[in-house]
């Protein structure tokens, strides 16, 4: 396989929601820097990425990160209309990344470690997890959502390896999955009762997650265990544009 094309997913309509005065999260400004141009300059600076397509507010984009993208394309109503506007010009890659707008404190090493442990696992959906307690360690007091496996417990991480083919079966699932959150009898009958207790008590293994999925969806995935908590920290309240405003202001 040769370079990777990416997908930067920048249609966040969620106005106000960090700031009162952002309209789109991605263009929440950092240093005098929207958040997305990190993001863009970690995927540049990963020698395996190829092609950028970048779905949002193009005119804004556009304004501020100029060539840095291959392809702008309009942002649409959900996360999966963005997703399936931004893999078109892709669609007949084995494999894409798909980056959120929101993780600036990632860098084009860290991209390109995934990439090559995504590549080993020859997988369809490629899913990077965070130990908790290097989250706690490396940003301390920041509140994650967890998952207790037998191996530990981790936290997810906001950048996905895919191959497009197997985006239409993901979505129906993952749809599924959002519609159902607040009725656990549903959710249960689509994962399984046995694996829906396994996964309450802390019992199951990452390999067991890998193969129920795997089941499920009819595609190979694999879960990615990094050690780079900066993939799972997106900007979502005031209080993670303070932790990456220290963040930057100690790296110098």
Not at 51 to 80: C, M, Q
Not at 132 to 159: H, Q
Request: overall charge neutral; proline content about 5%; aromatic content about 8%.
């Amino acid at each position: 396989m040769g370079r990777i094309n990416a997908i930067v997913l920048a249609g966040d309509g969620k106005k106000g929601a960090v700031q009162p005065d952002v309209e789109n999260k991605a263009l929440l400004m950092i240093n005098g820097r929207p958040m997305v141009s990190y993001v863009m300059d970690a995927l540049r600076n990963a020698p395996e990425i190829g092609r950028i397509s970048i779905t949002g507010p193009v005119s804004e984009l556009k304004k501020y990160l100029g060539d840095k993208a291959d392809y702008y394309i309009e942002g649409g109503d959900s996360l999966f209309d963005n997703l399936n506007a931004g893999l078109k010009p892709f669609m007949e890659d084995e494999g894409v990344l798909v980056v959120t707008s929101d993780i600036p404190m990632i860098t084009g090493d860290m991209v390109s470690d995934f990439i090559s442990r995504c590549l080993d696992k020859k997988g369809d959906l490629c899913y990077p997890i965070v130990d908790k307690a290097l989250n706690d360690s490396r940003f301390p007091g920041v509140r994650r959502t967890y998952v207790k496996l037998r191996e530990g417990t981790y936290t997810g991480g906001n950048i996905v390896y895919i191959n497009p083919s197997a985006v239409g079966r993901c979505e129906e699932f993952a749809r599924k999955i959002i519609a159902y959150r607040k009725k656990p009898w549903k959710t249960g009958r689509m994962l399984g009762l046995r694996f829906l207790i396994g996964l309450f008590l802390g019992a199951l293994t990452i390999s067991s997650v890998e193969k129920r999925f795997s089941e499920l969806l009819d595609i190979k995935a694999s879960a990615i265990v990094l050690p780079y908590p900066e993939i799972g920290n997106d900007v979502d309240k005031p209080s993670d544009v303070e932790m990456v405003q220290h963040f930057f202001a100690a790296a110098r």
